[in-house]
């Protein structure tokens, strides 16, 4: 499934109450279900075995990210040592160091992330000039003369293969005492190259116990079974969740499940209702969120059938071939909506559309 995004503006979603967001990674405190990874990072530093590039893997919102500052904030911070009964690579909020991370004012850290660009886009994505930035850091020596850290965001948004091949000169001829720490949600998407001079850590979805609490806390006004929808329709990634209480996720869940359930002939006149109650959305990132939701629908489906249990009935209007091939073409119909800024009532449309199409 597609990465949500943190939809911008009003600071909280409509219709569900108040969303207490939780700081960005950088200035993030608490790593929650990830303390396997965490510790492998710890004991591999400690033990003077620290592999000069880490792969962190895993589904979109998982922490990914979190996890990445957390580490290079322990690693600036001199390895504190560990105190029993607390979470690993804990940096006290106090720490000057934790300070210099969240706000980005840390010499020996630099980090790499999609954007816009100066002349704006359509699309995030990592730019060569800021791959090349990177090269120059590594290329210094260490401000405060001990190690230094690269976190480098969502490396598959590259600009086509140019980044990769920029920051693969530093895998090959690591410098001495840095780490770079590389995150993914898609590390098919990275050259082979990349992949094999990294050490890969993976994260996996929370347990539903480990999203109830963070959900509780973060959307405590939400009712009990719509923080449980939230948790269910996220598949254990609290990123994923915040994403879609911003962006009316419990409301465009509903429209997918309409939509499925009218299959296989969709009244046309509430297509149309449909398409302009997501067109007509003040956030923009509504359409991809309908779109990834649809598609986990899908997804989920093919999943039930090929492992032969009871599948939906609206999955008997086509083949599983069928399906495979729609699940891809309403993926790419999001993407190039979004990247070309083509009519989103349109596109709505056109992937209703599909669906109903025998």
């Known amino acids: 499934m597609p990465p949500f995004r943190l939809a911008s503006g009003d600071g909280g979603a409509a219709g569900i109450g108040?969303?207490?967001?939780?700081?960005?990674?950088?200035?993030n405190p608490d790593l929650v279900g990830h303390d396997d990874p965490a510790r492998t990072l710890e004991e591999a530093a400690r033990a003077g075995r620290l592999?000069?590039?880490?792969?962190?893997?895993?589904?979109?919102?998982v922490g990914k990210a979190t996890l990445a500052y957390r580490f290079a904030r322990w690693l600036l911070a001199g390895l504190p040592p560990a105190v029993p009964g607390r979470p690993p690579l804990e940096v006290a909020e106090t720490d000057p160091t934790f300070r210099r991370v969240a706000a980005a004012a840390h010499a020996d850290l630099f980090t790499l992330a999609p954007s816009l660009g100066d002349k704006g886009g359509k699309k995030e994505v990592l730019r060569a000039d800021e791959a090349r930035a990177a090269l120059r850091f590594m290329?210094?020596?260490?401000?405060?003369?001990?190690?230094r850290a690269v976190v480098i965001e969502n490396l598959e948004q590259s600009e086509r293969e140019v980044v990769q091949n920029i920051l693969l000169k530093t895998l090959e001829e690591p410098p001495p005492r840095t780490v770079q720490l590389l995150v993914t949600s898609a590390p098919?998407?990275?050259?082979?190259?990349?992949?094999?001079?990294?050490?890969r850590l993976d994260l996996f979805p929370l347990p539903d116990a480990s999203m109830e609490s963070l959900l509780a806390r973060w959307l405590p006004e939400l009712s009990g079974p719509d923080r449980a929808g939230l948790a269910r329709?996220?598949?254990?990634?609290?990123?994923?969740?915040?994403?879609?209480?911003?962006?009316?996720?419990l409301a465009l869940q509903g429209m997918v499940e309409e939509v499925l359930a009218g299959l296989p002939k969709l009244d046309p006149r509430r297509l149309h209702v449909i398409a302009d109650g997501i067109a007509g959305r003040r956030d923009a990132q509504?359409?991809?969120?309908?779109?990834?939701?649809?598609?986990r629908a899908v997804a989920a489906g093919l999943r039930q059938a090929?492992?032969?249990?009871?599948?939906?009935?609206w999955l008997a209007g086509r083949s599983l071939?069928?399906?495979a091939t729609l699940w891809d073409k309403l993926g790419r119909l999001a993407d190039e909506t979004e990247r070309l800024n083509l009519d989103r009532k349109q596109a709505v449309l056109t992937g209703l559309s599909w669906l109903s199409a025998r």
């Open 18 to 27: 108040a969303v207490t967001l939780p700081p960005e990674p950088r200035a």
């Open 51 to 61: 592999h000069h590039a880490w792969l962190i893997a895993g589904p979109p919102g």
């Open 139 to 147: 290329a210094m020596t260490a401000a405060e003369g001990g190690w």
């Open 188 to 199: 098919d998407r990275l050259l082979p190259t990349i992949r094999s001079r990294c050490r």
């Open 233 to 249: 329709i996220a598949d254990g990634c609290p990123g994923t969740a915040l994403a879609l209480a911003e962006g009316e996720g």
């Open 286 to 295: 509504a359409l991809s969120i309908f779109f990834a939701l649809l598609r």
């Open 306 to 313: 090929g492992r032969g249990g009871t599948s939906p009935a």
């Open 321 to 323: 071939a069928d399906w």
